[in-house]
């Protein structure tokens, strides 16, 4: 059973761009999570999307936000990029809401 | 502000000796409990899920919750140099309702030595 994936795996840009990061779950999943992992600050919640629905955020701005397609596969944009936007992305799913999180390789991004 | 704390480590352990990795949470109204593993430069793995109190084996791996102490702890039996990674808690955030997130722990760096 294929994992979760994501691409690009790494992604270069400047202060102020828009960078778009993307996330295919696992078979059967249609719940798709995404999480910040900043060095030294651990993993942080970003987004919650399920059955095409945002359904919960983290304590991030608003320039941060996604969308699920009916394929379930998501999109995470992260516009008028700032330095400390770099990071690692990571994007997991789940079969249960209460269930566990399965994730991706991850993006890694990175803002100059 | 709701936590989940782990002893940041290193913790190192001979090759073939039991790894006792803690954590602790602050959210009484969690319900799900998980270890992932991270080596350096990747994504988390899961390793064990556990749901109520008690002990729960899989393998090598033995994963302990006690919600009145708010206390989750992961065993690691005849711990391998392949085990040295750094091991992540996550709980899930309480609520009237699920709120599909994860509270993890900074981890805890783990060095198996041969």
């Known amino acids: 059973e294929a994992g979760v994936t994501q691409s690009p795996t790494h992604l270069i840009k400047t202060r102020g761009q828009q960078a778009t990061l993307r996330c295919s779950p696992i078979?059967?999943?249609?719940?798709v999570y995404w999480y910040q992992q900043a060095l030294g600050l651990g993993l942080q919640f970003l987004l919650w999307?399920?059955?095409?629905?945002?359904?919960n955020r983290g304590n991030f701005p608003p320039r941060f936000s996604g969308r699920q397609f009916p394929n379930y596969s998501s999109e995470l944009n992260v516009n008028a990029l700032e330095l400390e936007d770099s990071a690692l992305y990571l994007c997991?799913?789940?079969?249960?809401?209460?269930?566990?999180?399965?994730f991706g390789p991850g993006t890694r991004l990175t803002v100059l | 502000q709701k936590e989940v704390e782990q002893n940041s480590g290193p913790l190192s352990v001979p090759e073939g000796a039991i790894a006792s990795l803690n954590c602790t949470y602050s959210?009484?109204?969690?319900?799900?409990f998980f270890w992932y593993r991270q080596y350096s430069g990747k994504s988390p793995e899961l390793i064990m899920s556990?749901?109520?109190?008690g002990d729960k084996e899989d393998g090598r791996f033995t994963a302990q919750l006690n919600k009145a102490s708010q206390y989750v702890s992961l065993l690691i039996r005849d711990s391998q140099p392949s085990d040295s990674a750094t091991y992540l808690c996550?709980?899930?955030?309480?609520?009237?309702?699920?709120?599909?997130?994860?509270?993890f722990g900074q981890g805890t760096t783990l060095q198996v030595k041969p």
């Open positions: 997991a799913s789940s079969l249960e809401i209460s269930g566990p999180q399965f």
């Open positions: 078979s059967g999943h249609t719940s």
């Open positions: 999307y399920d059955e095409g629905e945002e359904r």
């Open positions: 959210d009484r109204g969690s319900q799900s």
């Open positions: 556990i749901y109520s109190n």
């Open positions: 996550a709980v899930s955030e309480g609520g009237s309702s699920n709120t599909g997130k994860l509270i």
